[in-house]
């Protein structure tokens, strides 16, 4: 073999050991982020906190064929209850599928159309139980209006922003508003960044979760007009759902994109009792609802870390106040306490708001935050961290890790 050939075999050889090399680095790279592998055990015995689904639409898919078997793949992921809803119809209750799956609650609700877009209807605790989706949406429609058929039910905006299907109506305020919703989420992703999107589609077989970490953002628009509602009127509940319908599919490797048990795992709402759970069905329900209702409630990705260990309320002399809860009177001896779990893997940055504006942003290793109390309004904390991948590249920003719902001081 001459000069020449040599140099044409050592030429072949470096090209497939520079592709080799920069194949490894990119897997390196694309799984040196993953998710936590532990979840939050389901308690019914006075918990400090419990974590549900909202808005879960009972599409029959390869992982769950029937309400039963979501219930099921929920609390493998350690939920305790969620919130079914179909869009324009009450089948499941026909069929008598809301009940307690072996210590998980599946509660039936129904998504309504309306004039004004989507609104997502609790009215199975209501003498409207057995109501058609046609009376549903009208009683839905007229709640949000003003002029409530049933005091008792209450409504939540669907998918505010959704390319396809936003909501219109902005002079009124609804009971609560979904602030993350899957499916808007995806879409916007398509449509703003096409390019970007197949990039994540094929990463996704690769590692779930870093992209998911990539698509989880809430839109600004829909956070300011939850904000703009609560400083004018206190308890507006803001909520994640558990909805999706765009799918990008791979036969061959039967992967779906996205699917239930990834976003069973990924995020869910956080509900913080006043008191014991019932060990009765539907009494267990009417204190979730209020709870909701309230606005007793997180939001929390719990992919990134479990949410045990986190907290936020306002200490003062007379007592304690959570999320949703409403304090009258002088805060001068009175702080914001944020608690994040010590064992926390991220940098984390706290940022308090009141009124929707930034307050105080904290950059801090403490797990435990003190935080003076100044002036009246409404006050919420965000906390997010910061997971990267090794080299920085596929991930390198911060992400909402707990979004908790407002506590309202007033004098």
């Given at each position: 073999?001459?000069?020449?050939?040599i140099?044409k075999?050592?030429?072949?050889?470096m090209k497939?050991?520079?592709?080799?090399?920069?194949?490894g680095?990119?897997?390196?790279?694309?799984?040196?982020?993953?998710?936590?592998?532990?979840?939050?055990?389901?308690?019914?015995?006075?918990?400090?906190?419990?974590?549900?689904?909202?808005?879960?639409?009972?599409?029959v898919?390869?992982?769950?064929h029937?309400?039963?078997?979501?219930?099921?793949?929920?609390?493998?992921?350690?939920?305790?209850?969620a919130?079914?809803?179909?869009?324009?119809?009450?089948?499941?209750?026909r069929?008598?599928?809301?009940?307690?799956?072996?210590?998980?609650?599946?509660?039936?609700?129904?998504?309504s159309s309306?004039?004004?877009?989507d609104?997502?209807?609790?009215?199975?605790?209501t003498?409207?139980?057995?109501?058609s989706?046609?009376?549903?949406?009208k009683?839905?429609?007229?709640?949000?209006?003003?002029?409530?058929?049933?005091?008792?039910?209450?409504?939540?905006?669907?998918?505010?922003s959704?390319?396809?299907?936003p909501?219109?109506q902005?002079?009124r305020?609804?009971d609560?508003?979904?602030?993350?919703?899957?499916d808007?989420l995806?879409?916007?992703?398509?449509?703003?960044n096409?390019?970007?999107f197949l990039?994540?589609?094929?990463?996704?077989?690769?590692?779930?979760?870093i992209?998911a970490?990539?698509?989880?953002e809430?839109y600004?628009?829909?956070?300011?007009?939850?904000d703009?509602?609560?400083?004018?009127e206190?308890?507006?509940?803001?909520?994640?759902?558990?909805?999706?319908n765009?799918?990008?599919?791979?036969?061959r490797?039967?992967?779906?994109?996205p699917?239930?048990?990834?976003?069973?795992?990924?995020?869910?709402?956080?509900?913080?009792?006043?008191e014991?759970?019932?060990?009765?069905?539907?009494?267990?329900?009417?204190q979730?609802?209020?709870w909701?209702?309230e606005?007793?409630?997180?939001?929390?990705?719990?992919?990134?870390?479990?949410?045990?260990g986190?907290?936020?309320?306002?200490?003062c002399?007379?007592?304690?106040?959570?999320?949703?809860?409403v304090?009258?009177?002088?805060t001068s001896a009175?702080?914001?306490?944020v608690?994040t779990?010590?064992?926390l893997?991220y940098?984390?940055k706290?940022r308090?708001?009141?009124?929707?504006?930034?307050?105080k942003?904290?950059?801090?290793?403490?797990?435990e935050i003190h935080?003076?109390?100044?002036?009246?309004?409404?006050f919420?904390?965000?906390?997010?961290?910061?997971?990267?991948?090794?080299?920085?590249?596929?991930?390198?920003?911060?992400?909402?890790?707990?979004?908790y719902?407002?506590?309202?001081?007033s004098?």
């Amino acid at each position: 073999m001459g000069i020449i050939g040599i140099i044409k075999l050592w030429g072949s050889e470096m090209k497939h050991w520079i592709l080799s090399a920069f194949l490894g680095l990119f897997l390196f790279e694309a799984f040196s982020v993953l998710p936590t592998r532990s979840v939050n055990p389901p308690s019914t015995e006075a918990p400090h906190f419990i974590s549900g689904l909202i808005n879960v639409p009972p599409n029959v898919t390869a992982e769950a064929h029937n309400i039963p078997q979501l219930a099921l793949l929920a609390k493998e992921n350690g939920h305790s209850f969620a919130v079914f809803a179909d869009h324009d119809s009450v089948e499941g209750r026909r069929l008598g599928l809301e009940k307690n799956y072996d210590g998980f609650d599946a509660f039936i609700e129904v998504e309504s159309s309306t004039p004004s877009g989507d609104l997502l209807v609790f009215f199975s605790h209501t003498p409207l139980e057995s109501a058609s989706p046609k009376e549903l949406s009208k009683a839905a429609y007229e709640r949000f209006q003003g002029n409530p058929i049933t005091p008792e039910l209450f409504v939540s905006v669907s998918h505010p922003s959704h390319n396809k299907r936003p909501w219109t109506q902005l002079d009124r305020f609804p009971d609560g508003i979904e602030l993350i919703n899957f499916d808007s989420l995806f879409w916007r992703k398509l449509i703003s960044n096409p390019l970007d999107f197949l990039g994540l589609s094929l990463l996704y077989p690769l590692n779930p979760f870093i992209t998911a970490l990539r698509v989880i953002e809430p839109y600004p628009k829909d956070i300011a007009n939850w904000d703009n509602m609560n400083s004018l009127e206190p308890r507006h509940f803001g909520i994640l759902s558990s909805q999706f319908n765009l799918k990008v599919h791979w036969p061959r490797l039967n992967i779906s994109w996205p699917n239930y048990r990834e976003l069973f795992r990924l995020g869910s709402n956080i509900v913080f009792p006043r008191e014991p759970l019932s060990t009765e069905f539907k009494t267990r329900k009417k204190q979730i609802y209020r709870w909701i209702k309230e606005g007793r409630l997180a939001i929390a990705f719990q992919a990134i870390h479990p949410f045990l260990g986190n907290d936020f309320y306002l200490k003062c002399p007379n007592g304690i106040f959570r999320s949703g809860e409403v304090f009258h009177g002088d805060t001068s001896a009175c702080e914001f306490i944020v608690k994040t779990p010590a064992n926390l893997p991220y940098a984390t940055k706290i940022r308090l708001l009141k009124n929707g504006e930034l307050e105080k942003e904290i950059f801090s290793s403490d797990s435990e935050i003190h935080i003076p109390v100044v002036g009246v309004g409404q006050f919420r904390i965000e906390t997010l961290v910061r997971p990267h991948s090794f080299f920085w590249i596929l991930l390198r920003k911060w992400i909402p890790y707990v979004f908790y719902n407002p506590i309202f001081i007033s004098a």
